[in-house]
Each structure stands twice: as C-alpha cells, then as structure tokens.
C-alpha cells in the first residue's frame, strides 16, 4: 500500500513539475486538439478537489484527532491527502490547457489560474511533509485555513467566469429590483429584456467570459455585437442573429443558450423579438406604448402589483368609464385592477374643447394624456391643469404656443411632457422650471436652438431633454413599407393595402417575385386586387433619401378546405404541432418560431398525408407551404407529390414537382410549391414531401440528414 502512495505522490510530484514548467513557458504555449479534449475536461474534475479538500480537514481535525491510535483511520488520513493533491494537481492542469482558448476575461482567468496552481502545490507540500507539519500546531492549523481559504475563493472564481459575476446572490439582487419596479416608471429594456439577458446569457457574455467575442453586459457592448457580426436586424425576416441562434433546434451547437444551459421561455422570446422588431430601443417605457401592445399586456401582468401600490386615489365609476369612452376618446386602465387611467384622443376633425372638459369628471384618475395632433391652443392649458395627477402628458403638434404654459406648474406629479412640432420657445420652457418630477422632455421639430437645448440641460440637469436628430449633411434611409393586410391566406378576392409613414414616399411593387426598382415596378395606388397564389415584394423610395429594404410575403389562396386530414406517416416527435390538423387549419405559421404548434417537421420519416373531403370537388392546383430555415436545417422537399382519386385504393398520380436546392446559407422564409395538373374532380387527396437525405458539402451540417417543415396544404 505504503508502495502504491510512494508511486501516485511521484506522479503528482511530477504534474505540479510540469505545472510549473509550462507557467514559464506560457506565452510559448500552444495547445493541439487532443490537448484541447483534455482540457475541456476540466469542468467534470474541478468538484473533486473542492469535496476532497473539506472531506479530508474534516476527518483529519475531527475523526483522526479522537482515534490516532486507529492505523486504519489515520490511513484513510493518508489517502484523503493524496487523493486531494492528485485531483487538484490533476484540474489545474486542464485548467491551464483550457485558459489558452478564447472567449475568458484576462484578469479573473489570472486569479483563478493562480489559485488553482497554488492549492496543488501547497496540497502537494503538505503531503510530503505531512509528519513535519503535525509537529508544528501553528503551521498545521496555518495550512489548514488557508488550504480552505484557497479552495473557495478559486471555486467562486470559477463560477464567476462560467456563470457570471455575481452569481450566486443574483436571484436575491434581482428579485428585489423586480419587487421595486412601477409600472408608469418601467422600461422594456431595463425591465424586460435586461432580466431575460442577465439570467440566460450574461453567463457566457459578460467582462469575464466572452464567448465569440460577444459581452451582452452594457448596451454599447450589446448594439457592437461579436465576431459573428451584430446581434439583430429589426428589418430582418428572422430579425437577426440573436433570434435566428435562439430558433435553431435544441441539438444544433450553434442553438442559444446552448444545451445543458437553462432555455428561453416561450414569453421571453416574444419580448426579445417584440422589442427588437420595435428597433432596440433602450429607453422606451412601457407606458409609451399602445395599450393592446403585446408587450404593455406582458409588462401590465408583471407590475401591475407595483403600479397599484402607487396610486392612492378611488376608481372611477365604471359608469363614468362607459359614459366618456368613446370612438375618438378612449380610456383605460394604466395596469390590471389599477385606479389609474390612460386616455388617448382621435380624429383631429372630431375634437373639441368640449371632450377635454367632459374628463374633468375623471381628473383625478387620469394619469396619462395623449392629445396628440389635436386642434387645440393656448386656452386648453387652463383645462389641462385641472388634472393634478398627471403624469405623461403629450401636446406635440398642436397649435400651443407656449403663452399660458406656466399654468402646467400645477400639475406636480408630470414627469415626461412632449412639445414636438409646437411653437415654444425657451423663455416659455423656463416658466415651468418649477416641475420638481419633470424627468423627460421631448421638443423636437421645435424652434429652439442646439444652443439653447445646451442651456436648458445646464438648467435642468435631471431631465433627459430629446431635441431629435438634424444633420443636414445626410442621407437617411427609408424604413421599408409597412404591410396592412392581417392574413396571408385568401379565401375570397382581398384588396392589397400597403403603407409608408414618411410623407412623399413613393412605395413600387412587384407580384411576380422580381425586386422593385424605382422605374419598372409598378407604383402603389391602393387598388390591386389579390385573388390567387402571389408573391409580392414591396420598397419605398423618395427623392434625396436612400430606398429601404424590400419587404416580402407570400399570398397564399384556399379555395377549398377539407374536411379532415390524415398523417399517414408521423411527425418527428418535437414538432407534431396539432397533428394532421394543422394543415388544414388555415392559421400561418412564423418564419422565426418554428417550434410553434402551427409547423409539423419531418426528418426521420417523409411527409405523407391524406386530406378528405365529405362531397366530390373540382380542382387544379395543391399549394405545400413550408418554411426553409437553411441555417437550421431546414431545406426544400427534393420532391413533392400530390395523388388523388375518388376511391382511397384507387389514387392517381396528379402531379410532381422536384424543388431546386439552395446553394448558400440564407435567412429564414416561406415558401410556397404550387403544383398543377389537369382539372380533376374527386374526393381524396394524398400529399407526399421528401425531405433531403443528406445535407450539402457547403451546409454547416454537411451529411446529417434535413427536415421538411409544413404549416398548410392547400386546395384551389
């Protein structure tokens, strides 16, 4: 026995040897593949030192001092010791191999480093003159604390570099910040997206650990991105890398947060992929958004608790409500069960004065209001400043020009006031100086100076003052148009309706699937009828800016709905969605959410369904809309089949179509494969896809086999 300790106290002599040999060498050093695997091994064997160390102070402090005269006890002594300086030699030097690969913050991979060597050498120490030390009382005990000392404070390095800063007391720290939060005053970064970063990213992104040269810890660290480019895309189809990584499938290596690590909620990626497609802003607040807004619901249910805590005044009579709520006038509650009221006016052409005197009845409930773009003047002020409650208050692009604009100072609790497009002036601004809560004021396309804005934020150096951009010397881009037509699948002839908010922007389409361009595309006038299978691309352009991206959907038709459907073969287990259902019920599945129930995916087995009809039909067309996601494997059908017949033993081939194959990685779209043939009349129609045996030599995912995604067949 005494023989087998001598032998493993020499090999891990001979590793804290090695340790200290490619230390020296270290900027030298250069670890091969193999070397790589090793290394990496270093997360599976860095408890056992930790165990080992506490496990062996324990017995040699507690069990060995009551029975040293026990050979047997004091032997286990012996071995514990051993065995803690082998592990921990042996987990230092995978560390040091892993700490030469990318992505680790340079400074905590030092104290780590540096503490993990130092409690293989000192374990090391203490083994070899184990006998020696126990002599000694102070330095005994000395080795022991620091032993213990060490130990923690490498493995809470650790953690930090794996798991983040902070990592063991976040839940406390966030838990607290969430519980403090009010509705009026949350933003959907801060306050939604932030938290979604810190608990499934910030672990491998942060000033320690940076994985893909990407830290997602400031919002300027955020808005540069990594080595594999910028996180997101808001005019993107799949809005970006950040999205199209989270949407991969769960064995993709490339799938955020990777495997093993704790994974999006489906309410999580709704808010990142809400808040981006609304451009990433990082100082928006809930309550600037409509009340419907996906992510003011989402916000009303998580603080709405905190937002009633604020208001100490009664509801309003829910009669009061019915009575003043109107088609031009609309009013809600600023949060769930909440006393307070946001209104919002409409139709210029429908306000009066007379509106805004009627909500008296209301003043002291009403905490937001929006009047917008209203015809109304100087004297509405008087009105206005009955609502000593009032918190968000928007004048932009009235008639107010600022004479009367002192009468504001009544309302104590305003804390953002916008004035866009009015006529105010500094001097007026300076009258309600006294607004102590004032914190944002918004006077864009206003006339004040850049020297003056200068001197109003010297004045009021706690209000955020947006004075908007002006650069004469650019050229901005236009947004791209905005689609209006809720439903890609037309049962009956549909109007086209597209829209840009630029005035003067010319939107050129096309609906045979060529790009727009300014001379041949046809201009948009608002009578283009849709009946049938159309792809329409649409751009904005105008005189002295840059055209905007292209916007692209696929208008599918459905003529006629089965009655039932059939899989004939199954779905792979993970996307099975409503089952043969789903093809049938008319409801769009999304490009950047494939693991919705609304897609059935098909990897193992080919896509082969039947689709039945009670009466005899007459049709000519089947349409296969499916999703192709190339970055995720998700490819064109090689083939596509459609059979049919009155008889179910007795189908007909109808018609083939073979899909071209993609050459490069694209972002995620759908598809449509329209497949025609003679007019048939029947009862029954069978619908085969394949999916693509073997991936491309230029695919990331060269020779594993691709899915076919499905959300709709139709009939027409």
Request: proline letters at 4%; one cysteine or more.
């Amino acid at each position: 026995m005494m023989a087998l300790q001598r032998n493993i106290f020499n090999l891990v002599f001979g590793i804290n040897i090695l340790l200290v040999f490619l230390l020296i060498f270290e900027s030298n050093l250069v670890i091969p593949a193999w070397l790589q695997v090793i290394g990496r091994m270093h997360p599976l064997f860095l408890h056992f030192p930790i165990t080992l160390v506490l496990v062996f102070i324990f017995w040699h402090f507690v069990v060995v001092k009551k029975m040293m005269e026990n050979e047997w006890i004091v032997n286990i002594d012996r071995w514990l010791l051993l065995l803690t300086a082998f592990t921990a030699s042996l987990t230092a030097l995978m560390g040091l191999f892993l700490s030469k690969e990318k992505g680790y913050d340079v400074n905590a991979l030092q104290l780590h480093k540096w503490s993990g060597i130092a409690i293989a050498i000192i374990t090391t120490v203490w083994y070899g003159y184990n006998e020696w030390v126990q002599k000694i009382p102070w330095l005994h005990y000395s080795i022991a604390g620091l032993s213990t000392g060490i130990i923690l404070f490498t493995g809470h390095q650790g953690g930090t570099i794996t798991h983040g800063p902070n990592f063991l007391l976040a839940p406390f720290e966030f838990v607290s910040a969430q519980q403090e939060v009010l509705l009026s005053e949350a933003e959907i970064y801060t306050h939604l997206v932030q938290p979604i970063l810190q608990t499934k990213c910030y672990s491998c992104h942060n000033d320690k650990k940076s994985k893909g040269e990407l830290r997602m810890d400031t919002e300027a660290l955020l808005l540069k991105g990594g080595k594999n480019g910028k996180l997101w895309d808001s005019a993107a189809q799949d809005l970006g890398l950040l999205m199209s990584r989270v949407h991969l499938p769960l064995e993709n290596k490339k799938h955020m947060p990777p495997i093993g690590k704790p994974q999006l909620t489906e309410t999580e990626i709704q808010i990142l992929e809400a808040w981006i497609k609304k451009g990433a802003n990082f100082k928006t607040k809930l309550t600037d958004l409509a009340a419907n807004d996906e992510l003011r619901i989402i916000g009303q249910e998580k603080f709405s608790k905190s937002a009633i805590d604020e208001f100490d005044f009664e509801p309003a009579s829910t009669s009061s409500l019915k009575k003043l709520n109107t088609d031009y006038r609309v009013i809600t509650p600023l949060s769930k069960s909440s006393p307070a009221l946001q209104v919002d006016f409409f139709s210029p052409a429908a306000f009066s004065l007379d509106q805004l005197n009627e909500l008296l009845e209301i003043k002291n409930q009403v905490v937001s209001l929006n009047l917008n773009k209203m015809p109304l003047n100087d004297d509405a002020l008087s009105i206005i400043a009955q609502f000593t409650n009032l918190q968000k208050l928007n004048l932009s692009f009235t008639q107010i020009t600022g004479k009367n604009l002192d009468q504001l100072n009544q309302l104590k609790s305003l804390k953002q006031l916008s004035l866009s497009g009015t006529k105010v002036s500094k001097e007026d601004l300076m009258t309600i100086a006294g607004l102590k809560n004032l914190h944002a004021l918004y006077v864009w396309n206003t006339k004040l100076t850049d020297n003056e804005i200068i001197d109003l934020k010297r004045s009021w150096k706690n209000v955020f003052i947006e004075k908007g951009f002006t650069d004469d010397t650019s050229i901005i881009k236009l947004t791209p148009p905005i689609l209006l037509n809720e439903e890609q699948v037309i049962t009956t002839p549909i109007k086209l309706k597209l829209k840009h908010y630029i005035s003067g922007a010319s939107i050129r389409y096309t609906l045979d699937g060529a790009e727009p361009d300014s001379i041949n595309a046809k201009e948009y006038s608002g009578d283009i009828i849709l009946s049938g299978n159309t792809t329409v691309k649409a751009k904005a352009f105008k005189k002295g800016w840059i055209s905007s991206n292209t916007i692209e959907t696929y208008f599918f038709s459905s003529k006629f709905k089965p009655d039932s459907a059939v899989n004939i073969l199954r779905a792979d287990d993970n996307y099975r969605g409503d089952g043969a259902s789903t093809l049938i019920d008319l409801a769009k599945g999304e490009v950047n959410n494939f693991k919705s129930r609304k897609w059935l995916g098909y990897k193992l087995n080919r896509m082969e369904s039947l689709l039945l009809f009670n009466s005899f039909v007459n049709i000519k067309s089947v349409t296969l809309s499916t999703l192709i996601d190339i970055g995720s494997y998700i490819m064109p059908p090689t083939s596509i089949e459609v059979w049919g017949g009155n008889e179910l033993s007795q189908l007909k081939l109808l018609g083939r179509l073979t899909p071209p194959q993609p050459t490069t990685v694209s972002k995620g779209y759908l598809k449509g494969y329209e497949i025609n043939f003679n007019p048939t009349r029947l009862k029954y129609i069978k619908v085969i896809a394949v999916p693509i045996a073997v991936l491309p030599k230029w695919h990331p995912g060269k020779g594993d086999k691709g899915w076919v995604f499905v959300d709709e067949v139709y009939v027409n």
